[in-house]
């Protein structure tokens, strides 16, 4: 049976971008991006597929926690 996990993030479009394009290389076919766009900010929507939810449940783990570092990172660099 296949599962599906949906991660929304909302923010500043500069620091989103750059924290999905850091994850993206790393398994494209785990996950898909879309983003919407709001007026002053950025929505971005990362859905994870996989054949169980523990492994959908590993992959969005994955994730955040890149995300997490990536934002870390990049607010390290900004400073």
């Known amino acids: 049976m296949e599962s599906t996990i949906e991660i929304r993030w ?5 620091k989103i971008k750059r ?5 993206e290389p790393d398994d494209p076919d785990a996950f898909n991006v879309d983003f919407v ?10 859905t994870v597929k ?10 969005a783990d994955d994730i955040l926690a890149c995300l997490g570092a990536a934002t870390v990172a990049g607010d390290v660099l900004e400073d």
């Open 37 to 46: 766009h709001h007026e002053s900010s950025i929505e971005a929507i990362i």
């Open 19 to 23: 924290a999905i394009q850091s994850i």
């Open 10 to 14: 909302s923010g500043d479009p500069g």
């Open 50 to 59: 996989a054949n169980s939810l523990s492994t959908a449940k590993a992959t």
